[in-house]
T-cell receptor, first 106, second 117 residues
């Protein structure tokens, strides 16, 4: 199967700081999504981004499919951004990374 | 709210028992996916159905089975439960309108938390 690695595994930020989360994958994919799992366990769609760049408010994402990585940028972080961020890719099935656990402190 | 519903929200049962988890996809979505999230294994893909037919299989145990009904809702059956089956089980759906760039975008339900005692 496709290996999906996310870094860093853990991140602690002061409110207002910016961060970049990375997702590397081991094979060609035709689907990549970023999710936020909030402290209540809910998985929230952030981006569907098999290639290119998208922005949504303080969040943006870039996928370079030919180089097999994707980046999620969080700017001016808020405490509500805390949780775990997952990327998921699709080969013959969907594969999730192990996530980046983000804690934003006031 | 993603539009995907799952019942029940919580389930507590004993080892050796059998349970059924239910999922209703977003209106118009034809694909349903089941995932297991446990502390030590992360999010694992179990199985996908598309319009009633099995489409892809992941790390699903033989004690587990699923089906998708003509109204497109899906059920995941877990039998001979073991302590290690305790996990959060998610259902996701996709595939509402063919030809759209977001056709393969998955939307997740709130999950069913299963505790096996």
């Amino acid at each position: 199967g496709i290996q999906v690695e996310q870094s860093p595994p853990d991140l602690i930020l002061q409110e207002g700081a910016n961060s970049t989360l990375r997702c590397n994958f081991s094979d060609s994919v035709n689907n990549l999504q970023w999710f936020h799992q909030n402290p209540w366990g809910q998985l929230i769609n952030l981006f569907y981004i098999p290639s290119g760049t998208k922005q949504n408010g303080r969040l943006s994402a870039t996928t370079v499919a030919t180089e097999r990585y994707s980046l999620l940028y969080i700017s001016s972080s808020q405490t509500t951004d805390s949780g775990v961020y997952f990327c998921a890719v699709k080969g013959n099935q969907f594969y999730f990374g192990t996530g980046t656990s983000l804690t934003v402190i006031p | 709210d993603s539009g995907v519903t799952q019942t029940p929200k919580h389930l507590i049962t004993a080892t050796g028992q059998r349970v059924t988890l239910r999922c209703s996809p977003r209106s118009g979505d034809l694909s349903v996916y089941w995932y297991q999230q446990s502390l030590d294994q992360g999010l694992q893909f179990l199985i996908q159905y598309y319009n009633g037919e099995e489409r892809a299989k992941g790390n699903i145990l033989e004690r587990f089975s699923a089906q998708q009904f003509p109204d497109l809702h899906s059920e995941l059956n877990l039998s001979s439960l073991e302590l290690g089956d305790s996990a959060l089980y998610f259902c996701a759906s996709s595939g509402g309108l063919a030809g759209l760039s977001s056709y393969n975008e998955q939307f997740f339900g709130p999950g069913t938390r299963l505790t096996v005692l």
